[in-house]
Protein backbone atom coordinates (compact mmCIF):
# COMPACT_ATOMS: atom_id res chain seq x y z
CA UNK A 1 0.00 0.00 0.00
CA UNK A 2 1.49 3.37 -0.86
CA UNK A 3 1.99 6.42 1.86
CA UNK A 4 -1.44 7.91 2.10
CA UNK A 5 -1.54 11.93 3.07
CA UNK A 6 -5.24 12.72 3.83
CA UNK A 7 -5.48 16.58 3.41
CA UNK A 8 -6.95 20.08 2.02
CA UNK A 9 -5.49 22.69 0.19
CA UNK A 10 -7.96 24.72 2.96
CA UNK A 11 -6.02 23.83 5.88
CA UNK A 12 -2.37 25.50 6.41
CA UNK A 13 -1.01 22.54 8.78
CA UNK A 14 -2.16 19.88 5.21
CA UNK A 15 -0.13 22.39 2.96
CA UNK A 16 2.44 22.53 5.57
CA UNK A 17 2.79 18.61 5.44
CA UNK A 18 2.26 18.44 1.77
CA UNK A 19 5.61 20.56 1.50
CA UNK A 20 7.34 18.67 4.23
CA UNK A 21 6.69 15.40 2.23
CA UNK A 22 8.31 17.36 -1.21
CA UNK A 23 11.30 18.64 0.85
CA UNK A 24 11.80 15.25 1.26
CA UNK A 25 11.04 13.99 -1.46
CA UNK A 26 7.71 11.75 -0.22
CA UNK A 27 5.35 11.85 -3.34
CA UNK A 28 1.68 10.51 -0.88
CA UNK A 29 -1.19 10.05 -2.91
CA UNK A 30 -3.65 12.73 -1.87
CA UNK A 31 -6.95 11.92 -0.30
CA UNK A 32 -9.96 12.26 -0.41
CA UNK A 33 -9.45 13.48 -4.03
CA UNK A 34 -6.88 10.63 -5.18
CA UNK A 35 -8.01 7.67 -4.56
CA UNK A 36 -11.71 7.21 -5.34
CA UNK A 37 -14.13 6.42 -2.87
CA UNK A 38 -12.90 2.71 -1.73
CA UNK A 39 -9.60 4.31 -0.60
CA UNK A 40 -11.62 7.30 0.90
CA UNK A 41 -13.93 4.64 3.15
CA UNK A 42 -10.29 2.66 4.18
CA UNK A 43 -8.83 5.96 5.19
CA UNK A 44 -11.83 7.61 7.05
CA UNK A 45 -12.03 3.78 9.06
CA UNK A 46 -8.91 3.90 9.65
CA UNK A 47 -8.86 7.24 11.38
CA UNK A 48 -11.83 6.44 12.97
CA UNK A 49 -10.24 3.48 14.75
CA UNK A 50 -7.12 5.46 15.52
CA UNK A 51 -10.13 8.30 17.21
CA UNK A 52 -11.16 5.39 19.39
CA UNK A 53 -7.21 4.21 20.52
CA UNK A 54 -6.49 1.59 17.81
CA UNK A 55 -3.85 1.65 15.11
CA UNK A 56 0.18 2.46 16.27
CA UNK A 57 0.43 5.99 16.60
CA UNK A 58 3.77 7.45 15.25
CA UNK A 59 4.20 10.81 17.17
CA UNK A 60 7.71 10.88 19.24
CA UNK A 61 5.35 11.39 22.63
CA UNK A 62 1.74 10.75 22.11
CA UNK A 63 -0.33 12.67 24.51
CA UNK A 64 -3.79 12.36 25.59
CA UNK A 65 -3.54 16.22 25.02
CA UNK A 66 -3.16 15.58 20.97
CA UNK A 67 -5.93 16.78 18.95
CA UNK A 68 -7.11 14.61 16.12
CA UNK A 69 -8.37 16.85 13.26
CA UNK A 70 -9.84 16.11 9.96
CA UNK A 71 -6.70 16.86 8.29
CA UNK A 72 -3.80 15.94 7.87
CA UNK A 73 -2.94 12.90 8.62
CA UNK A 74 0.04 10.54 7.22
CA UNK A 75 -0.56 7.16 6.66
CA UNK A 76 2.93 6.35 5.97
CA UNK A 77 3.28 2.43 3.75
CA UNK A 78 5.21 1.08 6.58
CA UNK A 79 2.21 1.58 8.67
CA UNK A 80 0.99 3.27 11.53
CA UNK A 81 -0.14 7.20 11.70
CA UNK A 82 0.57 10.36 12.43
CA UNK A 83 -2.05 13.49 12.73
CA UNK A 84 -0.18 16.64 13.14
CA UNK A 85 2.03 18.23 11.18
CA UNK A 86 4.97 18.41 13.31
CA UNK A 87 5.12 15.17 13.84
CA UNK A 88 4.98 14.75 10.35
CA UNK A 89 8.14 16.76 9.56
CA UNK A 90 9.90 15.10 12.48
CA UNK A 91 9.00 11.94 11.88
CA UNK A 92 10.34 12.38 7.97
CA UNK A 93 13.28 14.06 9.04
CA UNK A 94 13.90 10.71 11.52
CA UNK A 95 12.95 8.50 8.74
CA UNK A 96 14.04 10.06 5.09
CA UNK A 97 17.63 10.08 4.01
CA UNK A 98 18.20 13.88 3.73
CA UNK A 99 21.30 16.07 3.59
CA UNK A 100 19.74 18.27 5.49
CA UNK A 101 17.21 19.18 8.55
CA UNK A 102 13.89 21.10 9.77
CA UNK A 103 15.66 22.04 12.89
CA UNK A 104 18.99 23.21 14.06
CA UNK A 105 21.54 22.09 15.72
CA UNK A 106 22.58 24.61 17.78
CA UNK A 107 20.07 24.92 21.13
CA UNK A 108 18.96 28.65 20.71
CA UNK A 109 18.49 28.39 17.04
CA UNK A 110 16.55 25.11 17.68
CA UNK A 111 14.31 26.91 19.85
CA UNK A 112 13.83 30.01 17.56
CA UNK A 113 12.64 27.66 14.77
CA UNK A 114 9.93 25.92 17.04
CA UNK A 115 8.95 29.16 18.64
CA UNK A 116 8.39 30.57 15.05
CA UNK A 117 6.37 27.33 14.15
CA UNK A 118 4.34 26.81 16.50
CA UNK A 119 3.06 30.55 16.89
CA UNK A 120 1.95 30.37 13.17
CA UNK A 121 0.50 27.19 13.85
CA UNK A 122 -1.76 28.62 16.45
CA UNK A 123 -2.46 32.16 16.20
CA UNK A 124 -1.36 32.23 13.23
CA UNK A 125 -4.15 29.86 12.21
CA UNK A 126 -6.85 32.69 13.84
CA UNK A 127 -5.56 34.85 11.62
CA UNK A 128 -5.93 32.79 8.42
CA UNK A 129 -9.74 31.72 9.28
CA UNK A 130 -10.43 35.31 10.43
CA UNK A 131 -9.20 36.78 7.14
CA UNK A 132 -10.26 33.48 4.86
CA UNK A 133 -14.21 33.96 6.51
CA UNK A 134 -14.15 37.62 7.27
CA UNK A 135 -11.61 39.91 5.35
CA UNK A 136 -12.35 37.46 2.38
CA UNK A 137 -15.90 36.39 3.71
CA UNK A 138 -17.31 37.77 0.65
CA UNK A 139 -14.76 36.01 -2.16
CA UNK A 140 -13.18 33.28 -0.51
CA UNK A 141 -12.86 30.23 -3.00
CA UNK A 142 -13.22 28.16 0.18
CA UNK A 143 -16.05 26.02 -1.08
CA UNK A 144 -15.83 25.35 -4.47
CA UNK A 145 -12.24 23.88 -3.75
CA UNK A 146 -13.40 21.65 -0.89
CA UNK A 147 -16.30 20.67 -3.49
CA UNK A 148 -13.67 19.48 -6.21
CA UNK A 149 -11.45 17.62 -3.40
CA UNK A 150 -14.53 15.70 -2.41
CA UNK A 151 -16.21 14.85 -5.13
CA UNK A 152 -14.21 12.24 -6.15
CA UNK A 153 -14.86 10.42 -3.09
CA UNK A 154 -18.33 11.32 -2.52
CA UNK A 155 -19.62 12.00 -5.81
CA UNK A 156 -20.39 15.74 -7.59
CA UNK A 157 -23.96 16.05 -5.90
CA UNK A 158 -22.72 14.43 -2.55
CA UNK A 159 -19.51 16.80 -2.74
CA UNK A 160 -22.14 20.19 -3.54
CA UNK A 161 -24.17 19.32 -0.17
CA UNK A 162 -21.27 18.95 1.81
CA UNK A 163 -19.40 21.79 0.99
CA UNK A 164 -22.87 23.74 1.09
CA UNK A 165 -22.92 23.18 4.99
CA UNK A 166 -18.87 23.28 5.29
CA UNK A 167 -19.28 27.52 4.84
CA UNK A 168 -21.47 28.11 7.65
CA UNK A 169 -19.94 25.62 9.90
CA UNK A 170 -17.03 27.34 9.31
CA UNK A 171 -18.71 31.20 10.00
CA UNK A 172 -20.48 29.14 13.16
CA UNK A 173 -16.98 28.64 14.22
CA UNK A 174 -15.33 31.97 13.68
CA UNK A 175 -15.82 32.99 17.63
CA UNK A 176 -14.38 29.97 19.31
CA UNK A 177 -11.06 30.54 17.01
CA UNK A 178 -10.96 33.77 18.23
CA UNK A 179 -12.39 36.10 15.51
CA UNK A 180 -15.50 37.89 17.45
CA UNK A 181 -17.60 40.53 15.17
CA UNK A 182 -18.46 43.91 17.25
CA UNK A 183 -22.20 44.52 16.98
CA UNK A 184 -23.00 46.61 13.80
CA UNK A 185 -24.64 46.56 10.23
CA UNK A 186 -21.11 45.98 8.47
CA UNK A 187 -22.20 42.65 7.01
CA UNK A 188 -25.63 42.68 6.65
CA UNK A 189 -24.80 42.47 2.87
CA UNK A 190 -23.72 38.62 3.12
CA UNK A 191 -26.18 35.74 3.59
CA UNK A 192 -27.08 35.42 7.08
CA UNK A 193 -25.44 32.15 7.42
CA UNK A 194 -22.07 33.51 6.49
CA UNK A 195 -22.09 36.97 8.45
CA UNK A 196 -19.55 36.49 10.92
CA UNK A 197 -21.30 36.35 14.07
CA UNK A 198 -20.97 38.59 17.64
CA UNK A 199 -20.90 36.71 21.39
CA UNK A 200 -22.63 38.38 23.86
CA UNK A 201 -19.96 38.66 26.70
CA UNK A 202 -17.19 38.51 24.32
CA UNK A 203 -15.22 42.28 23.14
CA UNK A 204 -15.05 41.92 19.54
CA UNK A 205 -11.75 40.82 18.39
CA UNK A 206 -11.49 41.69 14.76
CA UNK A 207 -9.09 44.31 14.71
CA UNK A 208 -6.91 42.09 17.17
CA UNK A 209 -6.45 39.60 14.43
CA UNK A 210 -6.14 41.97 11.71
CA UNK A 211 -2.95 43.72 13.59
CA UNK A 212 -1.68 39.78 14.27
CA UNK A 213 -1.72 38.79 10.42
CA UNK A 214 -0.48 42.24 10.01
CA UNK A 215 2.87 42.13 12.30
CA UNK A 216 3.24 38.58 10.78
CA UNK A 217 3.65 39.07 7.38
CA UNK A 218 5.81 42.16 8.46
CA UNK A 219 8.21 39.96 10.08
CA UNK A 220 8.36 37.81 7.35
CA UNK A 221 8.72 40.53 4.76
CA UNK A 222 11.95 41.80 6.46
CA UNK A 223 13.53 38.37 7.24
CA UNK A 224 13.16 37.89 3.88
CA UNK A 225 14.90 41.24 2.95
CA UNK A 226 18.40 40.17 2.76
CA UNK A 227 17.72 37.46 0.08
CA UNK A 228 18.00 34.54 1.89
CA UNK A 229 16.06 31.60 0.37
CA UNK A 230 14.85 30.33 3.48
CA UNK A 231 14.19 32.41 7.02
CA UNK A 232 17.17 30.49 8.39
CA UNK A 233 19.57 30.55 6.05
CA UNK A 234 19.94 27.90 3.13
CA UNK A 235 17.22 24.70 3.81
CA UNK A 236 13.65 24.69 4.91
CA UNK A 237 12.99 24.69 8.58
CA UNK A 238 10.07 23.83 10.54
CA UNK A 239 9.20 27.72 10.78
CA UNK A 240 9.36 28.22 6.78
CA UNK A 241 6.76 25.37 6.68
CA UNK A 242 4.45 26.79 8.69
CA UNK A 243 4.55 30.12 7.51
CA UNK A 244 4.47 28.63 3.50
CA UNK A 245 1.38 26.29 4.79
CA UNK A 246 -0.75 29.42 6.50
CA UNK A 247 0.55 32.31 4.05
CA UNK A 248 0.44 29.83 1.16
CA UNK A 249 -3.33 29.13 1.91
CA UNK A 250 -4.08 32.17 1.81
CA UNK A 251 -2.83 33.07 -1.20
CA UNK A 252 -4.85 29.91 -3.14
CA UNK A 253 -8.01 30.73 -1.82
CA UNK A 254 -8.70 34.00 -0.22
CA UNK A 255 -8.40 36.41 -3.43
CA UNK A 256 -8.90 39.84 -0.85
CA UNK A 257 -6.76 38.60 1.61
CA UNK A 258 -4.29 37.37 -1.21
CA UNK A 259 -4.43 40.53 -3.01
CA UNK A 260 -3.65 42.49 0.90
CA UNK A 261 -0.74 40.23 1.09
CA UNK A 262 0.76 40.87 -2.14
CA UNK A 263 -0.05 44.74 -1.99
CA UNK A 264 1.93 44.45 1.86
CA UNK A 265 4.77 41.85 1.31
CA UNK A 266 5.74 41.00 -1.84
CA UNK A 267 9.27 39.21 -1.18
CA UNK A 268 7.12 37.28 0.89
CA UNK A 269 4.41 36.59 -1.88
CA UNK A 270 7.19 35.66 -4.69
CA UNK A 271 8.46 33.36 -1.93
CA UNK A 272 5.26 31.55 -1.30
CA UNK A 273 4.91 31.07 -4.98
CA UNK A 274 8.33 29.95 -5.53
CA UNK A 275 8.24 27.31 -2.73
CA UNK A 276 4.70 26.37 -3.53
CA UNK A 277 5.60 25.68 -7.28
CA UNK A 278 9.11 24.48 -7.08
CA UNK A 279 11.56 21.99 -5.14
CA UNK A 280 12.70 22.47 -1.99
CA UNK A 281 16.62 22.34 -0.01
CA UNK A 282 17.07 20.82 2.60
CA UNK A 283 20.49 22.16 4.85
CA UNK A 284 22.49 20.56 7.86
CA UNK A 285 23.41 24.41 8.87
CA UNK A 286 20.75 27.12 10.25
CA UNK A 287 21.88 30.66 11.55
CA UNK A 288 20.13 32.97 14.11
CA UNK A 289 21.25 36.82 13.77
CA UNK A 290 19.29 40.19 13.17
CA UNK A 291 17.42 39.24 10.55
CA UNK A 292 14.94 37.27 13.29
CA UNK A 293 14.40 39.67 15.56
CA UNK A 294 10.87 41.25 13.99
CA UNK A 295 9.59 37.14 13.95
CA UNK A 296 11.26 36.37 17.33
CA UNK A 297 9.04 40.22 18.44
CA UNK A 298 5.91 39.19 17.21
CA UNK A 299 5.64 35.56 18.79
CA UNK A 300 6.61 37.31 21.59
CA UNK A 301 4.19 39.79 22.07
CA UNK A 302 0.95 37.79 20.02
CA UNK A 303 1.90 34.24 21.36
CA UNK A 304 3.67 33.53 24.03
CA UNK A 305 1.51 35.90 26.02
CA UNK A 306 -2.02 33.96 24.98
CA UNK A 307 0.11 30.75 25.93
CA UNK A 308 0.67 32.00 29.28
CA UNK A 309 -2.49 33.10 29.97
CA UNK A 310 -4.43 29.67 28.73
CA UNK A 311 -1.52 28.08 30.57
CA UNK A 312 -2.62 29.45 33.57
CA UNK A 313 -6.22 29.22 33.27
CA UNK A 314 -5.64 25.20 31.99
CA UNK A 315 -4.42 24.70 35.53
CA UNK A 316 -7.97 25.50 36.66
CA UNK A 317 -9.63 23.39 35.23
CA UNK A 318 -7.28 19.86 34.71
CA UNK A 319 -8.09 17.19 32.28
CA UNK A 320 -8.73 14.97 35.77
CA UNK A 321 -11.50 17.47 36.95
CA UNK A 322 -14.18 15.59 33.90
CA UNK A 323 -16.48 17.92 31.88
CA UNK A 324 -16.35 19.27 28.25
CA UNK A 325 -12.94 20.38 26.58
CA UNK A 326 -11.98 22.63 23.77
CA UNK A 327 -14.89 23.43 21.54
CA UNK A 328 -17.58 21.77 23.14
CA UNK A 329 -16.64 23.61 26.60
CA UNK A 330 -16.43 26.72 24.49
CA UNK A 331 -20.15 25.74 23.22
CA UNK A 332 -21.41 25.19 26.16
CA UNK A 333 -19.35 28.29 28.55
CA UNK A 334 -17.20 26.76 30.53
CA UNK A 335 -13.63 26.64 31.09
CA UNK A 336 -13.90 30.24 29.55
CA UNK A 337 -10.70 32.79 30.70
CA UNK A 338 -10.16 36.42 29.94
CA UNK A 339 -6.82 38.42 28.90
CA UNK A 340 -5.41 40.94 26.58
CA UNK A 341 -2.86 40.73 23.81
CA UNK A 342 -1.81 43.56 21.40
CA UNK A 343 -3.33 45.71 23.94
CA UNK A 344 -6.56 44.37 22.66
CA UNK A 345 -8.98 42.46 25.77
CA UNK A 346 -10.12 38.61 24.27
CA UNK A 347 -12.21 36.00 25.94
CA UNK A 348 -11.62 32.22 24.88
CA UNK A 349 -11.63 28.74 26.31
CA UNK A 350 -9.27 26.82 27.48
CA UNK A 351 -7.41 24.59 24.85
CA UNK A 352 -5.52 21.59 25.77
CA UNK A 353 -3.42 21.06 22.90
CA UNK A 354 -1.79 25.18 23.26
CA UNK A 355 -1.19 23.99 26.88
CA UNK A 356 1.01 20.95 25.24
CA UNK A 357 2.53 22.96 23.25
CA UNK A 358 3.90 26.26 25.53
CA UNK A 359 4.51 23.14 27.84
CA UNK A 360 6.71 21.88 25.28
CA UNK A 361 8.23 24.75 24.42
CA UNK A 362 9.37 25.11 28.41
CA UNK A 363 11.12 22.70 28.61
CA UNK A 364 12.99 23.48 24.96
CA UNK A 365 13.45 26.83 26.83
CA UNK A 366 14.17 25.45 30.12
CA UNK A 367 17.09 23.42 28.59
CA UNK A 368 19.08 26.45 26.76
CA UNK A 369 22.09 27.72 28.60
CA UNK A 370 21.50 31.24 30.59
CA UNK A 371 24.20 33.00 27.67
CA UNK A 372 21.66 31.31 25.41
CA UNK A 373 18.48 32.41 26.88
CA UNK A 374 19.96 36.17 27.18
CA UNK A 375 20.59 35.70 23.34
CA UNK A 376 17.38 35.28 22.35
CA UNK A 377 15.74 37.72 25.15
CA UNK A 378 18.39 40.33 23.23
CA UNK A 379 16.42 39.40 19.61
CA UNK A 380 13.13 39.25 20.13
CA UNK A 381 13.12 42.25 23.03
CA UNK A 382 11.86 40.08 25.86
CA UNK A 383 12.33 38.36 28.38
CA UNK A 384 10.88 34.66 27.13
CA UNK A 385 9.47 33.83 30.31
CA UNK A 386 7.76 30.64 30.35
CA UNK A 387 5.79 28.94 33.52
Known amino acids: MPAYLQSSLLSPFSLKARLLCKAFGLQPRLTPEDGGPVIAARIQAKMELAAHGFGRCLHRSPSPLDELPLVPWLFPNTGGYLCDSTEIGLYLERTQKADGR ?21 VGLYALHHMRWVASGRTTTAMDVLQDEVAGSLGRTAARVF ?5 PRQVRRLAYLFSVAPETDEFADMAPAMRPPSRSGFPPTHRLLEEIWEQMIDAVESALADGRPYLFGEGLTLADAALMGNLGSTLSVDPDAALRLEQRAPLTTQWLRKSLDSSLTLSAVQRLDDVHRPLLKWASEAFLPLMQQNAQAYALCPREHGGPRNEMAFDRGVNLFEGHLLGHPYKTVVKDFQYKVYRELGQLHAGLSGAQQSFLADLSGHKIAMI
Open 102 to 122: LTASDPACAFAVRLIEEAVDE
Open 163 to 167: TGRFG
